[in-house]
């Protein structure tokens, strides 16, 4: 296993470029205040609501009701969203009354090689690959990160580019090999039997040592088995976690540094998925740093079509629901469900055509409200805050990421660039 090592790369706006200001919806406030801005997605019926004013949103941070202070759809051509009314302290911001039009995006194509085998990886590539040829926009700005390192150490507008990084990444192997390596004898069946097993599971250390004894009698005549199939359990769980702390040390640098560029942030993150067991508190760390950052996560899962207990289809309403286990419950989607969902994104699963996915993320990062608020509580405490949204009308179903880390924002890059520091 490779030594521990975040997102080793300089995130810098190509000089070549110039600067592009940030959507009218993405512009600071001048009061000197702070202030949090929530990308919102209403549908109904499967269509986007546009008609929504300020009232009828209920919005709450840690279970504490908080005034909404602006709101702002931002639609190619939309309507105007009507603002809130104006606060009556004389500090107290202007509502924008315009939505941003056909807004600049900024997109990140993550390839968590981790968690990636060569297969699901070489489609992950060909879809990226042609979604930057035909469907990236002028203006747009992206990056390609692979390995844990920004491709060409920067952030581009330049299409060709960013379509020559995706056409020559190279699969590192790292989960193709740490497969092979669970499977020599005695063999286990996955990481989730690995970890059964190294959590005092007794019926999955018998099923192993039974099917250890079938392939090589022999060796179960010569030595005792429960104690090589512990270890190679404990073996297997060691490595699975080391590359899960690598994937979650990607996240939590994107979110870090992308907070110096304005504007919504769109992280299309193919991966296989990764177990979480007893780094829950890592994950979250790292999505509540892409809440501040305005940096939403869509996660592809590369495994396709019925990989996975429970799986979900591109077609799935997601706004509004909490993707879930049910029976059969798949410890591997566990990670890259709770990245989509908490950040106002979502997940796709159960899907082999990963054009079709990243068609629909581009259109549900084409419309949406930003509601603005200032938080009751104003510390910069470095804490987990939890969001919520709701809308006053029936039949509706509302997504957005579920909080932020309360730390005092970066500021905004210089054109020169966002540096990303790390180890490998």
């Not at 080793?8 to 919806?25: E, F, G, H, T, Y």
């Not at 740490?178 to 007794?202: S, T």
């Not at 055509?353 to 084409?366: S, Y």
């Not at 608020?373 to 949204?389: C, E, F, L, Q, W």
Request: with cysteine.
């Amino acid at each position: 296993m490779r030594g521990s090592w975040v997102l080793a790369a300089a995130l810098v706006l190509a000089q070549s470029q110039p600067p592009v200001p940030a959507p009218a919806s993405q512009q600071p406030f001048r009061s000197g205040r702070q202030l949090v801005e929530v990308d919102v997605r209403v549908l109904k019926d499967g269509k986007f609501v546009t008609d929504l004013t300020a009232a009828d949103f209920e919005l709450t941070e840690d279970g504490v009701a908080q005034k909404v202070e602006s709101l702002i759809l931002v639609a190619p051509s939309a309507p105007s969203a009507p603002p809130a009314p104006a606060p009556s302290a004389p500090e107290a911001p202007s509502a924008p009354s315009a939505p941003a039009r056909s807004p600049r995006q900024t997109w990140i194509f993550v390839f968590d090689t981790n968690h990636l085998t060569p297969g699901p990886f070489g489609r992950a590539r060909e879809a990226a690959a042609k979604f930057i040829a035909e469907k990236f926009r002028e203006g747009d700005i992206g990056g390609v990160v692979v390995d844990g390192r920004m491709a060409n150490n920067r952030l581009t507008s330049d299409r060709a580019e960013l379509k020559a990084a995706v056409e020559g990444m190279k699969q590192p192997g790292s989960l193709k090999s740490r497969q092979l390596d669970q499977r020599e004898w005695p063999g286990l069946q996955d990481e989730f039997e690995a970890f059964r097993i190294v959590n005092g599971d007794r019926d999955a250390l018998q099923i192993a040592v039974a099917r250890a004894c079938t392939e090589d009698p022999d060796a179960c005549r010569r030595a005792p088995v429960d104690a090589q199939v512990m270890e190679k359990a404990r073996m297997t769980v060691d490595d699975s976690r080391k590359a899960t702390q690598l994937t979650l040390s990607t996240v939590a640098a994107l979110g870090n540094n992308l907070a110096r560029v304005p504007g919504a942030k769109t992280i299309v993150f193919f991966s296989e998925g990764f177990v979480l067991t007893q780094m829950e508190a890592i994950l979250r760390d790292a999505v509540g740093r892409a809440g501040t950052a305005g940096a939403r996560f869509y996660t592809i899962d590369a495994r396709g079509l019925n990989k996975g207990a429970n799986s979900q289809i591109i077609d799935q309403p997601f706004a509004g629901t909490s993707i879930t286990s049910g029976p059969g419950f798949d410890m591997q989607a566990d990670g890259i469900n709770s990245l989509g969902v908490d950040t106002g994104g979502f997940a796709i699963r159960n899907e082999n055509n990963f054009a079709r996915a990243l068609d629909q993320i581009q259109q549900d990062t084409g419309t949406y409200y930003v509601i603005a608020y200032s938080p009751t509580n104003a510390a910069y405490d470095g804490k987990y805050r939890a969001i919520g949204v709701k809308v006053a009308r029936p039949g509706v179903k509302v997504r957005s990421r579920r909080g932020y880390l309360a730390i005092e924002p970066p500021p905004p890059a210089a054109r020169g660039g966002v540096e990303v520091s790390g180890t490998r």
